[in-house]
């Protein structure tokens, strides 16, 4: 492979000839060749730890569909697409990104495009070496607005950059709140109580860069949904015993009804082998990563019926995808065979390099050209970028209608805002149960990032997913819970700017309270 970078400017200085005025400097236009009948796509993480496993799982999946279905199609000419691993160390071993920096250097010359990222940290320092070189990078890891933020604070450096998965911590800390109102309504008309009954919450989240503005979010919203945080703890990420023992004590003293998880690693696993012994009465709703998984759990406790089970049995998290699920009809033969690849393990968000490297194909194939004479394929970034960020493309993923936000079109309170025609592009503000009427503060970045995954009912919006008994099957699964739908006298309550919230995909189960947190929190 091979990239051309026309350095425009430079040439004039050469030539000793340079354009009267000033203003915003204008983006150097990259030209990728495409030789030898291939498209190279380098996949950049841990790849022997989990989030990485996960991502060249779901790149592999994609490439062998996409090579078994004619490869990329440039005007009729098929090029085969190749995977190369770019070890980062991210996860376990450096999470300075230095280490990812010296894999990028290495690599990057034999790579059109770059899939993966998972630690915010090192992926903040890494990702400069695709950048300078104008490559670019799917970020189907690393959650905090920030990184996306570069692309509103210099466009012309930081075009290259897009997400994949997950949605950023803004929109995690919403559907975490969203989630757990949904389950707090359940809760209340189990406990007898009235709809307005204040519920309350304790938080418990890893002391990394992705949880800090997502707990801050999380306990703003939740006077939305009648719920009072009580209080919030941190804990280091890799799980030390004693302090979340003590941790579960402190929470135990508040008597909560709900703990609310922020967890990417080790911790969460920790965090719920202790959980039952210490606050056996509290429902948990948040993110834990390690309860998305099998793996954790032993295969005998996954097949122990009540009241044994898994230490995640009944916990409901913020996921990606669950079991009979199905936000798109492209979602369960994803699941399916993602699942027949991975001898029966569930795919963690990171596996969305499945997703992105269709979305690459597609707007490949839109703007790229063969040149017959010397048998080459090209294609310009600058095309690749803005078919991508045309919300005309708008993709059916496997885990909704993906798309992105657009460059800021005004300010609102000093922060660069969406205008309403881009709003309207993306929304459809009149057809929800009530009209929607525009407000330019709604539409402010954070959250509504350039790059970043568009949000909402009808685009993404995440599930609330379950770990149930399944009595037919003799296993406990993780099923999908939420969004979930109350009826048509909830639709007021539950429609905001994105949409009506109140509805359910194809294949939601119903959501399981535990009776000991009904009995023990009842009035």
């Not at 996949?43 to 990329?72: H, K, P, V």
């Not at 996860?91 to 010359?109: C, F, K, M, N, R």
């Not at 082998?273 to 429902?283: C, K």
């Not at 919006?461 to 399944?470: F, L």
Request: hydrophobic share 45%; proline share 5%; aromatic share 10%.
């Amino acid at each position: 492979m091979k990239r051309i970078v026309f350095l425009i400017m430079a040439i004039l200085l050469v030539i000793g000839f340079v354009l009267p005025g000033c203003g915003e400097a204008k983006p150097e236009p990259v030209l990728y060749v495409f030789e030898g009948g291939k498209i190279n796509v380098g996949i950049a993480g841990e790849l022997n730890c989990t989030a990485g496993a996960m991502q060249w799982a779901g790149a592999m999946l994609a490439q062998d569909a996409i090579n078994r279905n004619g490869g990329i199609d440039i005007d009729g000419v098929s090029q085969i697409l190749e995977l190369v691993p770019i070890e980062t160390g991210e996860e376990t071993v450096d999470p300075s990104g230095l280490t990812g920096v010296s894999a990028l250097t290495a690599a990057i010359d034999g790579v059109d495009f770059i899939l993966g990222g998972f630690r915010p940290e090192a992926v903040e320092v890494y990702r400069d070496v695709a950048m300078e070189k104008g490559v670019i990078f799917i970020n189907c890891g690393a959650a905090t607005e920030t990184l996306q933020h570069s692309v509103v604070d210099d466009y012309a450096s930081y075009r290259f950059w897009f997400k994949g998965m997950p949605s950023n911590e803004y929109f995690l800390g919403q559907s975490v709140v969203r989630t757990l109102g949904a389950v707090a309504i359940k809760l209340r008309e189990k406990m007898g109580v009235a709809a307005n009954y204040t519920l309350n919450a304790t938080i418990v989240a890893d002391n990394l860069a992705w949880a800090y503005e997502q707990v801050t979010v999380i306990g703003k919203l939740l006077p939305s949904v009648g719920v009072n945080l009580t209080r919030s703890f941190w804990v280091s990420s890799k799980g030390d015993s004693a302090e979340m023992v003590s941790t579960l004590t402190s929470i135990a003293g508040l008597d909560p009804q709900f703990i609310i998880p922020i967890f990417s690693a080790d911790a969460g696993a920790l965090y719920d082998v202790l959980r039952a012994s210490y606050v056996p009465n509290a429902m948990s709703v948040g993110i834990n990563v390690m309860a998305q998984l099998k793996a954790p759990w032993g295969a005998g406790n996954l097949t122990t019926p009540p009241p044994g089970g898994p230490a995640c049995a009944n916990e409901v998290i913020l996921d990606t995808w669950a079991e009979g699920l199905n936000q798109t009809t492209k979602t369960g033969p994803f699941l399916t065979a993602f699942m027949n690849s991975t001898s029966g393990e569930y795919p963690l968000n990171a596996a969305a390099t499945y997703d992105a490297l269709f979305s690459l194909k597609a707007a490949i194939e839109a703007v790229a050209w063969y040149d017959a004479v010397n048998g080459t394929a090209y294609a310009k970034a600058d095309d690749i970028i803005q078919w991508l960020e045309d919300p005309a493309n708008a993709r059916v993923t496997t885990t909704g209608n993906t798309t992105y936000y657009p460059r800021p079109g005004t300010k609102a309170a000093g922060k660069p805002a969406l205008t309403e025609a881009q709003v309207r592009l993306l929304y459809d503000l009149d057809s929800y149960n009530y009209t929607y009427t525009y407000d330019a503060k709604d539409w402010t970045m954070p959250a509504h990032t350039t790059h970043d995954l568009a949000y909402g009912p009808g685009l993404l919006t995440g599930i609330g997913a379950q770990w149930q008994w399944d009595a037919t099957a003799g296993r406990w699964k993780k099923v999908g819970i939420w969004p979930m739908d109350f009826g048509d006298e909830y639709d007021e309550a539950l429609t905001d700017q994105y949409g009506c919230w109140n509805f359910a995909y194809n294949g939601t189960m119903a959501l399981v309270i535990p009776q000991n947190v009904i009995n023990h929190h009842k009035p």
